[in-house]
C-alpha cells in the first residue's frame, strides 16, 4: 500500500527501500543489515530508476545515493520524492522476490498527482505497468492521471462513496467533467489472473445493484 502521505521512516534511502526498520543497533544487527543492504544492492538501485529517484538522489547525496538519511518520515525528501521512494519499495519487493513471492497486489493512492508530467509518465512505464505486466502484481490505482486510465483494463469512478464503472475511456472522461475536480478513477492496470481476480472482487462485494459497491 503507498498512501498520501506514505510510510517513511527516519534511515537510509536503502534501508527504507528495503523495511530494515530501526532496531537497537549492536554489532551483530549493523553487520546483518550491511549484509543485507549489499546483497540487495542492485535491485534497490533499479528500484530507484524505476521511479527517476537515481538522479534525485544523485544530486542530493555526495556519495552513495543508498546512503542518504532521509529524516524523520521522510521530512528531508520532497512530497514527490517521498512517494516515489514507497514506490521503489514496491518496485524492489517485486525484484527480490523474483516473481514467486512478496505483494501479489499494490493499492496506490493517487501517488501520481504530485509528479510533474514527465515523471508521472516516466513512474508509469517504468514502475506500475511492469509490476502489472511483467510482474504479476495486480494494481489498483487511484488517479486522474489520463494516459494511466487509457492503459487500465477496467475504469470505475467513485461518486458519493460509491464505485460505478467507467465501460470506456470517452465515459471515464464525461464522468470526470460531470462530477468535478473530487473525482477520482480507481485503476486496475494489471493483466494477469491476479489482477483480474482483484477487479471481479471489487464488483462482487456490493450486496447492491452489480457494479454499483460502497466505500467507507
Known amino acids: 500500500f503507498v498512501g498520501t502521505p506514505p510510510f517513511l521512516f527516519r534511515g537510509t534511502v536503502a534501508e527504507n527501500v528495503l523495511m530494515l526498520l530501526p532496531t537497537p543497533h549492536t554489532d551483530a544487527v549493523q553487520e546483518h543489515r550491511r549484509r543485507k543492504v ?39 525528501l520532497s512530497g514527490g520524492q517521498q512517494t516515489r521512494l514507497a ?47 511483467q510482474g504479476g502484481v495486480g494494481v489498483v490505482l487511484v488517479t486522474r492521471h489520463a494516459e494511466a486510465m487509457r ?25 470526470e467533467e460531470q462530477s468535478g475536480p473530487l473525482i477520482t478513477n480507481i485503476v486496475n492496470v494489471a493483466v494477469s489472473p491476479v489482477a483480474n481476480a482483484a477487479a471481479a472482487a471489487v464488483d462482487d462485494a456490493s450486496p447492491r445493484a452489480p457494479h454499483e459497491v460502497a466505500v467507507h
Open 87 to 133: 514506490l521503489a519499495r514496491a518496485c524492489a519487493s517485486v525484484r527480490l522476490a523474483g516473481g514467486t513471492s512478496g505483494a501479489r497486489l499494490w493499492l496506490l493512492d493517487d501517488p501520481l498527482a504530485n509528479l510533474d508530467a514527465t515523471v508521472a509518465t516516466h513512474v508509469l512505464h517504468r514502475c506500475i505497468l511492469p509490476a502489472a505486466r
Open 38 to 76: 549489499t546483497a540487495a544492492r542492485a535491485s534497490v538501485e533499479a528500484a530507484l530508476a524505476s521511479v527517476n529517484l537515481d538522479d534525485d538522489f544523485g544530486v542530493l547525496g555526495g556519495g552513495s545515493a543508498l546512503e542518504i538519511d532521509v529524516g524523520e518520515k521522510g521530512a528531508s
Open 151 to 175: 492503459v487500465a483494463d477496467r475504469r470505475y469512478a467513485m461518486d458519493q462513496l460509491r464505485l460505478l464503472p467507467c465501460p470506456d475511456d470517452a465515459a471515464a472522461e464525461r464522468r
